[in-house]
C-alpha cells in the first residue's frame, strides 16, 4: 500500500517561500516510471496541478508557475520537497501530494496541507 | 495551458444514471487515451476512479465508467446512490508532456 504525506508550515507571509514535504512509503520512488506530483485546490475551488518529480529526479512544471516552482527530492531518500517562492494571497490553500506512473493519473494522495497566507 | 470544461454541477435521483462532460482539446484528451476522473468529499483528499479513459482501479464500482469521443471524455454513474454525492474532477495528459484539470463538478444526489 503506498502511503504519502505532506508537512511543511500552515502559515506565510506575502513574498515569502513555501517549501512542503511530502513522504513516501510503499513504493521506492527510483523504480523506473514511478513519479510524484503536486496538486493544490484553493477553498472551494478546482483542482490545479503544479509540478511532477519522475524516478529520474526529471521535473515538469505547471506552465504558469514554472517561474516560481522547482522540486527536488528531499534529505531523506523517499521524499519529495516542493518549493513555491514568492508567495501571493492567492497561493494559499490545500496542497497534495500523489503518487503515479508516467501519465499522471493519481492513485494514491496524500491528506493534504493546509496553507494560509497572512501577513 | 487552458483547464478541461466541466459542468458546474449536475443532479439525479437513487437509481438514475447521470454524466458529467469534460471537453479538452487536441493537445490534451484529443490527442492520447491519458484522461482521469477523481472522487472527493468536503474535506478529504481524491480518490482515482477512472484511468486511461476506462480502467477502473480495484475497488471501484462497476457503476462508475468512462469514456471518450473526440476531445471529450464522460463520466457515467448509473444505479446513483446518496454517497455518490460528491466532487468530480477529470484530468488530462497533454500533448506538452504536463497535466491539466478539469474545473470539477459538483454530483447532488436528490
Known amino acids: 500500500q503506498i502511503t504519502l504525506k505532506e508537512s511543511g508550515p500552515t502559515l506565510v507571509k506575502p513574498t515569502q517561500t513555501l517549501r512542503l514535504t511530502c513522504d513516501v512509503s510503499g513504493v521506492s520512488l527510483k523504480n523506473t516510471g514511478e513519479a510524484v506530483g503536486w496538486i493544490r485546490q484553493a477553498s472551494g475551488g478546482a483542482l490545479e496541478w503544479l509540478a511532477m518529480m519522475f524516478w529520474n529526479d526529471e521535473g515538469r512544471y505547471s506552465p504558469s508557475l514554472h517561474s516560481r516552482l522547482s522540486v527536488a527530492e528531499g534529505a531523506a531518500r523517499q521524499q519529495v520537497v516542493l518549493v513555491l517562492t514568492n508567495m501571493g494571497f492567492d497561493d494559499a490553500g490545500t496542497y497534495f501530494c500523489?503518487?503515479?506512473?508516467?501519465?499522471?493519473?493519481?492513485?494514491?494522495w496524500g491528506q493534504g496541507a493546509v496553507v494560509t497566507v497572512s501577513s | 495551458q487552458s483547464a478541461l470544461t466541466q459542468p458546474a454541477s449536475v443532479s439525479g435521483s437513487p437509481g438514475q444514471t447521470i454524466a458529467i462532460s469534460c471537453s479538452g482539446t487536441n493537445g490534451d484528451i484529443g490527442a492520447f487515451n491519458f484522461v482521469s476522473w477523481y472522487q472527493q468529499s468536503p474535506g478529504k483528499a481524491p480518490k482515482l476512479i477512472i484511468s486511461?479513459?476506462?480502467k477502473r482501479p480495484p475497488g471501484v464500482s462497476g457503476r462508475f465508467s468512462g469514456s471518450k469521443s473526440g476531445n471529450t471524455a464522460s463520466l457515467t454513474i448509473s444505479g446513483l446512490r446518496p454517497e455518490d454525492e460528491a466532487h468530480y474532477s477529470c484530468?488530462?495528459?497533454?500533448?506538452?508532456?504536463?497535466?491539466?484539470f478539469g474545473g470539477g463538478t459538483w454530483l447532488t444526489v436528490l
Open positions: 500523489a503518487h503515479t506512473g508516467p501519465f499522471f493519473a493519481f492513485d494514491a
Open positions: 486511461d479513459v476506462f
Open positions: 484530468s488530462s495528459f497533454t500533448t506538452s508532456g504536463l497535466l491539466v
